[in-house]
């Protein structure tokens, strides 16, 4: 939303938002070069030469003994957990959009407030989000992740009225409203990771959010309506 707000004057007819994608495409960079100056983890090595023995011992070496077919076989074995969080991360990303895509379109179309106003709301939903996600996670690690999620729901149904209705004058009940998605949020990466098959984390929980985010991706144009 800075950024946004810095650019938001260089918009030219014909051209659209030029500058500010160009600016946004430069910032991976620093990203790339600066991941680039460390080696892959231990965690991740020996996890990677425990499913190369694994598949060499399967194919009796050859040609499939180079392919990880082991993930089948926790597909298969865990199938009932992975509809379960693909249903799950579509509910969380269903929070995402109602509160965030929509919100600034809200405060400008519904209620016209200006972009210096807009922007301050924002930045400072996000920085109470960022609190959320500390303080929910620490309570998550002494009470359970599936208690602080269920809780942050609630919080987040308490305040959704009030965020929304009258957005320019309650902006403290966004404020607290972005607190409890965030805080759900900062749970749910770890609760993934805690739920799917440590051989397959990465292939398992990236599959499975990508899944949900394509099934709540219609959720803006739904919620407008």
């Known amino acids: 939303m800075v950024f946004y707000r810095a650019f938001q004057t260089t918009f030219k007819e014909g051209e659209g938002w030029r500058s ?9 960079v620093i990203l790339i070069v600066w991941r680039s100056f460390f080696p892959e983890s231990e965690a991740f090595l020996r996890l990677k030469e425990s499913k190369k023995k694994l598949n060499t011992d399967n194919e009796k070496g050859g040609f499939f003994s180079k392919i990880d ?32 895509d929509l919100y600034a379109t809200l405060l400008t179309k ?7 106003l807009k922007t301050i709301i924002v930045v ?6 960022i609190v959320g996600g500390i303080v929910v996670g ?17 919080w987040c149904g308490a305040f959704s009225y009030p965020a929304f209705f009258d957005a320019k004058t309650n902006s403290w009940a ?4 972005t607190g409890g998605v965030m805080g759900a949020w900062g749970v749910a990466p770890i609760h993934l990771l805690e739920l799917v098959n440590a051989s397959h984390r990465a292939f398992l ?14 959720a803006s144009t739904g919620q407008v309506r």
């Open 174 to 177: 966004y404020s607290l409203l």
């Open 124 to 129: 400072v939903s996000n920085l109470v989000g």
């Open 205 to 218: 929980s990236g599959v499975v959010y990508q899944l949900g985010n394509l099934a709540s991706s219609a």
């Open 110 to 116: 519904q209620y016209g407030v200006g972009p210096d």
């Open 20 to 28: 500010h994608f160009w600016f946004s495409a430069g910032l991976p």
């Open 138 to 154: 620490s309570f998550s690690e002494l009470f359970g992740r599936r208690l602080a999620i269920i809780i942050c729901m609630i």
């Open 69 to 100: 077919t082991s993930v089948w076989i926790t597909i298969k074995t865990e199938w009932l957990m992975f509809i379960y969080l693909v249903i799950f991360l579509t509910a969380f990303n269903f929070t995402t959009h109602e509160s965030q």
